[in-house]
């Protein structure tokens, strides 16, 4: 798969799934804090200035609180992913999941297959 190119303008980026649906999300440096919020959200290499490729994609109910079990964190080390891409939302755990296996679906980003 190649990298995802699509940026929006200074600190966003499109990924888009394997439905075609498109998503929008704001970009951060990996290690970022965040404060309390549901998310879905992409780690990812930047491989060279804007061209991302996602290593980890997940979703959670609180972004302030993002704790990965420690095979996954070994992963994501080895990755070197360099950025956090976020797509606050509130629409409720179905909503995230769903788009995160779209994303997978399309990415199949490597720190996903762990386990």
């Known amino acids: 798969m190649q990298p995802e190119q699509t ?3 200074q ?6 799934g394997v439905s075609g649906k498109r998503y929008r999300y704001s970009l951060y440096m990996f290690g970022t804090s965040f404060g309390p919020g549901a998310a879905n959200f992409i780690l990812a ?8 490729f996602p290593t980890f994609i997940g979703s ?4 302030s609180d993002l ?3 420690s ?7 080895m990755s070197r992913a360099t950025h956090i891409h ?7 755990e179905e909503s ?4 995160c296996a779209d994303l997978i679906e399309r990415w199949n980003p490597p720190c996903n297959q762990v386990r």
Request: one cysteine or more; glycine letters at 10%; aromatic letters at 4%.
């Open 7 to 9: 940026m929006i303008g």
């Open 11 to 16: 600190g966003l980026h499109v990924w888009t």
């Open 45 to 52: 290499k930047e491989i060279k200035p804007g061209l991302h």
């Open 60 to 63: 959670t109910p609180d972004l």
């Open 67 to 69: 704790s990965l079990p």
């Open 71 to 77: 095979d996954m964190t070994e992963c994501i080390r």
């Open 86 to 92: 976020v797509h606050f939302n509130e629409a409720g």
């Open 96 to 99: 995230r999941r769903a788009e």
